[in-house]
């Protein structure tokens, strides 16, 4: 065996978007920056599913509606020019996956980076609009002083859950330091 089992949290993140959708499913990119999450949820819930994105950043939404265009996928997606803490006034049903990528655009402008105090308000949102059996996704990086702050809020969020209403998983390499990225995955129970 030369291969590594253990892999990224990023890794992690698109092995459970694999598992959880099929056709038809209807997913949510809460930070599409460059596109890239956003483009595979678009082929993963096939043409009879939508896929709903949003980032607070015009760089972010034209970039990703130029991939969906070249890949053929832009009649399945709706891109939000808003924050994802607009998300049940602007996706107002149920899902199957919500993914969050935390941070700032890679190649772009760092200081333009989630903030807790919307993040807290999406990642609420997106746990009460899950369907029963669907998941969010967080990425999550704490090597900054807001990603530190955002990793606090996740783990002491996910933490006081009711293990009656979701699982709550924390992928997480305890020798790589305190800054390694994290992926946290909670899914909804199947009876809730
Ligand atoms: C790490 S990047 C996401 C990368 C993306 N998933 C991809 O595949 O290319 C994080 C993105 O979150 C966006 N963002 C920051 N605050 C936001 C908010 N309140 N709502 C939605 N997006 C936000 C940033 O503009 C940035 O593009």
Known sequence: MSEYILRSA???AREYMEKMLREGSIAVDATMGNGHDTEALAQLVGPSGHVYAFDVQEAAVQATGER?????????????HASHARMKELVPCALDLVVFNLGWLPGGDKTVTTLLSSTEEAVRQALSLLRPGGMALVC???GHPEGR???LFLEELFSS???QQFNCLEHNF??????????FAV?????A
């Not at 969906?68 to 939000?80: E, I, N, P, S, Y």
């Not at 305890?174 to 992926?183: H, I, K, S, V, W």
């Not at 899914?187 to 009876?191: A, E, G, M, V």
């Open 10 to 12: 990023r890794y992690v």
């Open 68 to 80: 969906l265009a070249q890949a053929g996928l832009k009649d399945r997606v709706t891109l939000f």
């Open 140 to 142: 999550c990086y704490p």
């Open 149 to 151: 702050r955002e990793l």
């Open 161 to 163: 859950l009711p293990p």
């Open 174 to 183: 305890l020798n790589a330091g305190q800054d390694a990225p994290r992926c």
């Open 187 to 191: 899914q909804k129970q199947l009876n």
